[in-house]
């Protein structure tokens, strides 16, 4: 099991994670009987669906499985809490790319129009959410969330792709950093302001699908420029397109209207795009064995 990324939270000091204990246990989002005994046996209060096959590229070359874990899945785990008749309260990890080609400002009744399989999945779990809320009164909330980032992203995903580029080049382990579209546009968070997001989703009285974003946009482009000038380069300078890093079919334009969220749920981003890729870059850096201070300075991310 790949148990990286929350190692650290198992040797915290109790004091500071008084209550968030946690116990592991084995699952599959293709077997049913699995999540079937792990719902009943936990008896969980919530249950937060993160699984997925979630790279967009990826599941060009495998749609089959990508709607097997992120489609049928998701119906598995609603069919486990139905059975169980217990209340338990479900979060949906939707997403932005079921946008697709609909133009921004992306809000909650914006029209689906998927661009990969990886999109059609999760248009088909979101749908599923919604229809046991509506079919059979489970608490299922789908929260529509426009990329969001941290340290702990994906190495394959172009914003962590960028940062670890960049570390690369300064360490001298790397020439150039090859890229793909550099024209398409996102709107990107921090992962954390996104968690919390969620946990509110589930607080809420009433079950909701919710648009979680910024509602500020950037693209690949101005990401690069970003990024390599935080470290006083010129990005022109070290970024070459790769055309094998073109989707068949790619989302162009995508920026969110969280507007619902902020009214309903009291729920603002707290961390700006600069200061996100600069926490990145600090991480980056240092685990190529650099010193971050010598690239970043003290230079102020604050402003956005
Ligand atoms: N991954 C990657 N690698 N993307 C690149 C590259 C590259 O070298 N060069 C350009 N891009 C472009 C992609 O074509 C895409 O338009 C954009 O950068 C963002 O790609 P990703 O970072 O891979 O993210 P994504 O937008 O496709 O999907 C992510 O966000 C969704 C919304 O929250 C994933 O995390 C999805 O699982 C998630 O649903």
New binding site residues.
């Given amino acids: 099991m790949n148990r990286g990324r929350i190692d650290h939270l198992e040797h915290a000091h109790p004091t500071h994670l008084a209550g968030a204990r946690f116990t592991l246990h084995y699952g599959d989002m293709t077997d049913s009987g699995g999540l079937n005994r792990l719902v009943m046996t936990v008896e969980p209060d919530e249950i937060y669906n993160l699984a ?1 096959q ?4 990826i599941s060009f070359d495998q749609p089959e499985y990508t709607g097997n874990t992120d489609g049928l899945g998701t119906t598995r785990l609603l069919e486990a809490i139905r059975a169980t008749g217990r209340g338990t309260r479900f979060y949906q990890a939707s ?3 079921m946008f697709g080609l609909t133009p921004p400002p992306q809000n909650e009744s914006a029209p689906f129009h998927p661009r990969s399989p ?1 999109g059609v999945a ?1 248009v088909y779990a979101h749908w599923m959410t919604v229809n046991y809320r509506e079919a059979y009164g489970l608490f299922a909330c789908s929260g529509i ?4 980032e941290s340290p702990r992203r994906g190495e ?4 962590r ?1 960028v940062t670890r580029g960049i570390a690369a080049i300064l360490g001298g382990r790397s020439e150039k950093l ?5 024209e ?1 546009k ?1 709107d990107w968070g921090h992962a954390r302001d996104y968690v919390e997001a969620m946990w509110m989703m589930l607080q809420q009285e009433k079950p909701d699908d919710y648009v979680i974003a910024t509602g500020i946009q950037w693209s ?1 482009r101005q990401l690069a420029e970003v990024a390599f000038s935080m470290v006083g380069l010129d990005w022109q300078e070290y970024v070459e397109v ?1 055309k094998a ?3 068949p079919a ?3 334009d ?1 920026c969110g209207d969280p507007q619902k969220a902020r009214e309903v749920l009291g729920w603002r981003p707290k961390t700006s795009f600069r200061e996100m890729i600069e926490e990145m870059l600090e991480f980056d850096l240092a685990a190529a064995g650099l010193t971050p201070a010598t690239y970043l300075g003290d230079r102020s991310a604050k402003a956005s």
Avoid: C, M, W
């Fill in positions: 997925a979630s790279q967009v590229h997403t932005s790319e990886y999760k969330l426009f990329n969001h394959n995903f172009v914003t792709k090859r890229l793909g579209n550099l398409s996102r690949i790769d890093y073109f989707r790619d989302v162009p995508l």
